[in-house]
């Protein structure tokens, strides 16, 4: 997977040798010409610009990009870049560093974050969810060994070609909730889903092989 990590801090060079090291293709963006430590991930790309504008996000081909991590120190960059990867380029996982605390609140769907993490260690994780699971994002583990998923219809799904009910998914998988425009909606057999809207999967704890089926709907 095509991934861009922006801040090539500490943080962000530790993701970006993690996502290298996991086989992915990477991308390191910064402002600073001190942080272009090359030697320090020489599997990445490295990119000297300015993350928050388009035209740095363009060179850096985010168009095909399947996920940014907005690392940075400064939250408003984070923030920023997060909107322009989701809203202009349409990046399905936009995952968000958070410095401060009293920022997290910012750090939701309307500036275009799917997840808003704060530890390091968390985020690395989250980010191999992400890009392991392609269009589905894992949102919750369950004691029981459940999970919730999360997933964005693209234009061409198959569920845009049916009612919910007529869409069959694989065993021990529901739809618990569809997400339009911000509102949760209890799912119906008649129900049209439209593209961009949101779905909330359950995926049973024996149920994981089936995720690639619910892939290749989407």
């Known amino acids: 997977m095509k991934i861009l990590v922006a801040g090539a801090g500490s943080v962000g060079r530790s993701l970006a040798r993690e996502m290298s090291e996991a086989g992915h293709e990477v991308t390191l963006i910064d402002s600073k010409p001190e942080a272009m430590r090359v030697a320090s991930v020489p599997e990445a790309d490295w990119i000297l610009g300015d993350a928050c504008e388009l035209t740095v996000l363009e060179t850096a081909g985010l168009e095909d990009t399947d996920a940014v991590i907005a690392a940075t120190g400064d939250d408003k960059s984070n923030l920023v870049l997060s909107l322009l990867a989701k809203t202009e380029f349409g990046v399905p996982n936009v995952i968000a560093r958070v410095s401060n605390p009293a920022n997290t609140w910012l750090f939701d769907e309307s500036w275009g974050v799917d997840v808003a993490v704060s530890t390091p260690q968390i985020m690395a994780e989250i980010i191999q969810e992400a890009v392991s699971t392609g269009k589905l994002m894992r949102r919750m583990q369950f004691q029981s060994g459940a999970a919730m998923y999360l997933a964005t219809v693209p234009n061409g799904s198959l569920f845009t070609e049916h009612a919910l009910?007529?869409?069959?998914?694989?065993?021990?998988?529901?739809?618990?909730?569809?997400?339009r425009d911000g509102v949760p909606l209890f799912p119906s057999p008649d129900m049209a889903i439209d593209a961009?809207?949101?779905?909330i999967f359950?995926?049973?704890a024996n149920a994981s092989d089936g995720l690639s089926e619910i892939e290749a709907m989407l």
């Not at 009910?165 to 997400?179: K, N, R």
């Not at 961009?196 to 779905?199: A, C, E, F, T, V």
């Open 196 to 199: 961009g809207d949101q779905l």
């Open 165 to 179: 009910g007529h869409v069959s998914l694989p065993p021990d998988i529901l739809v618990s909730s569809v997400i």
């Open 202 to 204: 359950i995926v049973g």
